[in-house]
């Protein structure tokens, strides 16, 4: 187990350290820096002057050497809009998502993974059919609309939750819905496919023919194997609800780390927008580390790959 962790974590450094070249090399290749932040009014020698002043005149490489070895001190510099620390900034906003996306991906996982269970052990009846629907109208309905009519409903009229805000935990039951409500579809396919696909398989039916229960069969032998690729397809939902949770923190005014980004963006913050691709593509990385970990835990076979 050991030497398959170890050969795993060196892919995950290989690949966080290709993503910050890539992810800094991106937004210079998107225009120049220094005239974006000078504005469009700005004068040739008004550019150059903060060309020099943020030292984007010096050699690229160079550029990066030094932010990459800020960045794993923990400094990412400051924002050119919040004049603020921006290791300080992210972790401020950090918080509301990282709540948003664990509440999300337990939803998602609490609901999918039983649904699809009960599907494949039924299949074509009223709860593989509901399963379905569930499934086709997470992929349909586009977050934003849904989040808009749950607060229509709950928030307005019924006055059951409140529409926007993080103060308590009730302000996240909605976006934690839309959030998580994204996410089940495939999971619900997915563990719905691997069941069927466990279910006929000889073991199942060699652990039936020794008198095995039924709740032994289904969890112990067929949930476990079934599961192994959802647990691949939560660690990338997971990463995947922290970096693109904008759209639910805009229609929930939940001024996270997502809606940091946007703001980040639309105002040319450089530091802040290279600062947040780095933390959410580590999010990604540590994900699907962990969730290679835990596959190779479940299956021994894994383990040699």
């Known amino acids: 187990m050991l030497p398959f962790i170890l050969k795993r974590l060196g892919l995950a ?82 918080q509301v998502t990282m709540i948003l996306g664990v509440c999300g991906i337990s939803f998602a996982l609490l609901t999918a993974v039983p649904l699809g269970v009960a599907a494949a052990i039924r299949p074509n009846s009223i709860v593989d059919r509901v399963a379905l629907f569930m499934s086709v109208a997470g992929q349909a309905m586009p977050s934003f609309w849904f989040g808009l009519i749950l607060i229509v409903v709950f928030a307005i009229q019924l006055g059951m939750l ?4 993080a103060e308590t935990w009730r302000h996240f039951i909605l976006p934690t819905v839309v959030l998580g409500y994204y996410a089940m579809p495939a999971i619900m396919r997915l563990t719905r496919a691997g069941m069927l696909d466990t279910l006929n398989s000889d073991y199942i039916r060699t652990a039936r023919a020794k008198g095995a229960g039924e709740g032994r069969v289904l969890f112990k032998h067929a949930l476990r194997n079934a599961i192994i690729p959802v647990v691949s397809l939560a660690a990338v939902q997971m990463g995947f609800m922290l970096g693109g949770s904008i759209v639910v923190e805009s229609v929930f005014a939940l001024h996270g780390a997502g809606y940091l980004a946007w703001e980040s963006i639309a105002r040319n913050d450089l ?17 699907t580390f962990l969730a290679d970990v835990l596959n190779a835990w479940l299956d021994p076979r894994m383990r040699s790959a």
Do not use: C, H, N
């Open 13 to 94: 450094l290989l690949v966080a350290f290709t993503v910050s070249f890539i992810s800094f090399l991106l937004l210079f290749l998107s225009g120049d820096p220094a005239a974006a932040l000078a504005g469009e009014t700005a004068s040739g020698e008004d550019i150059e002057a903060i060309r020099r002043v943020y030292g984007f005149d010096r050699p690229m490489l160079v550029q990066y050497g030094e932010w990459l070895v800020s960045a794993l001190q923990g400094d990412f510099g400051e924002s050119y809009y919040f004049k603020l620390p921006v290791a300080g900034l992210i972790a401020e906003r950090l």
């Open 162 to 165: 409140p529409p926007s805000g």
């Open 271 to 287: 530091p802040t927008v290279q600062a947040l691709i780095l933390v959410f593509s580590m999010f990604y990385i540590v994900f």
